[in-house]
């Protein structure tokens, strides 16, 4: 099972870069859940200070969108699940421009100073796009609770893959999860409130596994 977890950091300059509120917590307790039930796990952490407790579990560390990807298109084709619970950037510093990407330190001037943004590669919807059969991929999606199922139903088809874990946006850095598991024919599966992220882990282990069962693919035997 390949997990990815945490936040990326993109770099401004040598010592600022622009990120976002992820902790890992979730990947990290799903890592450890699915350890604890014999998966060979391995765990594509990005910046956080929190660690997996289980020894068991292989821990890969990244910090940019750009090295996951890296991560991905090496070990995606030997995973049995991917769950890309990773908070990836959607838009990253242009290289090169206002001087992202510079090995020094942009200095301060009157004035302002404005970033140039550029789109991140989709790397879940490019999994997706190169899947072996069997293979079970689960996203995430993290939404206003107002349009959170719709959109999750587009992302599944956009990305192609199998579950994606719809989750209010208040769900982001919260010790607590009150989520959605959405499949091709709709809801497969709603937590009965909010859980702790490591009661949740055992919760969408279930949630897959029977999913892998269902359809007979090899997520579904550890
Ligand atoms: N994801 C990814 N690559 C990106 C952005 C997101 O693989 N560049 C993954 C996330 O890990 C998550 C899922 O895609 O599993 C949903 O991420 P989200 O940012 O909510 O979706 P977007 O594709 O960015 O769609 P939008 O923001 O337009 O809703």
Not at 23 to 42: C, H, K, N, P, Y
Not at 100 to 126: F, Q
Not at 191 to 220: N, Q
Request: hydrophobic share 45%; charged share 25%; with cysteine.
């Amino acid at each position: 099972m390949l997990i990815t977890a945490g936040p990326t950091h993109e770099p401004i300059d040598a010592v600022r870069y622009i990120a976002n509120r992820s902790s890992g917590r979730l990947g990290i307790a799903l890592a450890d859940e699915a350890a604890a039930r014999g998966w060979s796990v391995t765990l594509l952490l990005g910046p956080t200070s929190l660690t997996p407790k289980d020894s068991r579990v292989e821990v890969v560390r990244f910090r940019t969108t750009a090295d996951l990807e890296g991560m991905l298109q090496g070990r995606f084709g030997g995973c049995d699940v991917l769950v890309m619970a990773a908070a990836v950037a959607d838009y990253r510093p242009k290289a090169g421009a206002a001087g992202a990407g510079v090995a020094g330190k942009i200095s301060r001037k009157e004035g302002g100073l404005t970033l140039e943004l550029e789109s991140t590669p989709d790397l879940l919807g490019a999994c997706g796009a190169s899947r072996r059969a069997g293979q079970v991929l689960v996203g995430f999606a993290l939404e206003p609770a107002a349009r959170l199922l719709a959109s999750a139903a587009a992302k599944l088809k956009r990305k192609g893959v199998d579950l994606i874990v719809a989750n209010p946006l208040e769900t982001m850095d919260a010790p607590e999860v009150d989520a959605t598991v959405i499949g091709a024919g709709g809801v497969v599966a709603k937590t009965d409130g909010k859980m702790t992220k490591e009661r949740f882990a055992g919760w969408l282990l279930d949630v897959i596994d029977g999913f892998a069962r269902t359809r007979g693919s090899a997520g579904g035997g550890q």
